[in-house]
């Protein structure tokens, strides 16, 4: 038989290739293990850290409404992170490393939340760019050939479809009110587009992990091919809400039926990366905070959970 010929590695990546799931339990490369610890983690420090820009403004919500929506969205992001935690453990990986190569600095997380939220219309905005920008990036994810977080994504997905929403009803009601609202919707978005832009990585001229992970199909779009799609499907939303985009390069191309447009700074987003964000310090150490905070619970929780298992013995 031809497929005994075949390598492991060579096996592999004919199951890839014919779209069958790598499970747990399958052989796989270490870089591809090595790879999809370092993308589930990051994603899941993200959801966690993406917490702490809206949950500056839950004590602040402009009424009982608000407040419990914006609520139960910042709830849903730690669930996020749950579950990628999870997936990253079904690899090997383990949660408290994670977590200390978190506090530590050395793992990275989504570069847009070092920015600060200085409005209400911060939080439309974020719904509206961020969570906008997280379904691009994630729905691809909903196929990728590992099994536990393909299947982590598809909820994860239909969660940040309620976030994009929420946020964009935020702003629809900034933009039909009073001149002043319009004003800080404006506002917010002209702080927050570049960022958003960001959020889909560097330049793939400047991603070299990005073929590899392509031909595994942890990756289904290079990062300027999704950048490309989130310009054409936000700025007739941007239109559409009376807002003009922070771009005088931006313009529609009838040829690529697509928006041509500005360049991203890049020497901000690496600057960013780095962690000199506005806000990279203050992120990290409310994490540290949490953590430190929290270590009477974890210890309860184990305590407890000892006692029922000697009880039940
Ligand atoms: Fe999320
Ligand atoms: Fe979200």
New binding site residues.
Partial sequence: METLELTQEEQFQARIDEDIRIEPKDWMPEAYRKTLIRQISQHAHS?LV?MLPEGNWITRAPSLKRKSILLAKVQ??AG?GLYLYSAAETLGASRDQMLADLHSGKAKYSSIFNYPTLSWADMGTIGWLV?GA?ILNQVPLCRTSYGPYARAMVR?CK??SF?QRQGFEIMQTLCEGATEQKAMAQEALNRWWWPTLMMFGPADADSPNTEQSMKWRIKRFTNDELRQKFVDMMVPQAEFLGLTVPDDKLQWNEAKQGYDFGDVDWAEFWDVVKGNGPCSRERLQARVDAWDQGAWVREAALAHAEKRKQRAA
């Fill in positions: 959801e993406g849903d992001e996020h969570d997280a994860v969660e940040e976030h």
